[in-house]
């Protein structure tokens, strides 16, 4: 059964830090890159950061920049997302995601980060 589940997420005040975390089984994670997106109500899901499957490459959405850092451990079917200096802005549910090319996509039920003093 493929399943993408992510954890870490909860209240945090502004400034602080937390570390999401989203583990892979059922497939071939090692084979996709994977990505975290976020999503407010009445937004669009927001690409927040990703990385190729071998974590050669990383890319950022330009409001995290500097601030969340994306990692994965291919061995443990990991991936996290390590998120300082958080703002109110940044509270969304946040989702894990692997792709592989253009047919073969997974997605996990999400995280709730809430950012308030």
């Known amino acids: 059964q493929v399943q993408l589940v992510e954890s870490g997420g909860g209240l945090v005040q502004p400034g602080g830090s937390l570390r999401l975390s989203c583990a892979a089984s059922g497939f071939t994670f090692s084979n996709y890159a994977a990505r975290w997106y976020r999503q407010t109500p009445g937004k669009e899901r927001e690409l927040v950061a990703g990385?190729?499957?071998?974590?050669?490459?990383?890319n950022y959405a330009d409001s995290v920049k500097g601030r969340f850092t994306i990692s994965r451990d291919n061995a443990k079917k990991m991936v996290y997302l390590q998120m300082n200096s958080l703002k109110p802005e940044d509270t969304a549910v946040y989702y894990c995601?692997?792709?592989?090319?253009?047919?073969?996509?997974?997605w996990g039920q999400g995280t709730q980060v809430t950012v308030s003093a």
């Open positions: 990385i190729s499957s071998t974590a050669g490459s990383t």
């Open positions: 995601n692997a792709k592989m090319g253009n047919f073969f996509e997974h």
